[in-house]
């Protein structure tokens, strides 16, 4: 069974920094590429990054793009995602995703709130 716990939320204010992290298990965490989606209140669920399975390559959407970074450590069976400068409008729960583009099983997500 595909498991997904995200990790590494928090409230922060606008400008800050936070790292999110999602341990995979249940299948062979290093063979498939990985996504990151968030869902803010009240919207629909967005798309915010892909990672390849080596973690050689990585792609953004607009909204997260220069200020997010996507990586992976395999031999640790971990994924993450680095937030800088952080706005309000960061604001959601930020899940992993087991595949690209955010289709696939995903974990409970973990909150990021950016408020001063």
């Known amino acids: 069974e595909v498991q997904l716990v995200e990790s590494g939320g928090g409230l922060v204010q606008p400008g800050q920094s936070l790292k999110l992290s999602c341990v995979g298990s249940?299948?062979?965490?290093?063979?498939?590429?990985m996504s990151w989606v968030r869902q803010a209140p009240g919207r629909a669920l967005e798309w915010v990054s892909n990672i390849n399975p080596d973690g050689t390559y990585a792609s953004y959407g607009d909204s997260l793009k220069g200020r997010a970074i996507a990586s992976r450590d395999n031999t640790a069976d971990t994924l993450y995602l680095q937030l800088n400068s952080l706005k309000a409008e960061d604001t959601a729960i930020y899940y992993c995703?087991?595949?690209?583009?955010?289709?696939?099983?995903r974990g409970q997500g973990t909150q990021v709130t950016v408020s001063s």
């Open positions: 995703v087991k595949g690209l583009n955010g289709v696939g099983p």
């Open positions: 249940g299948y062979t965490f290093s063979r498939y590429a």
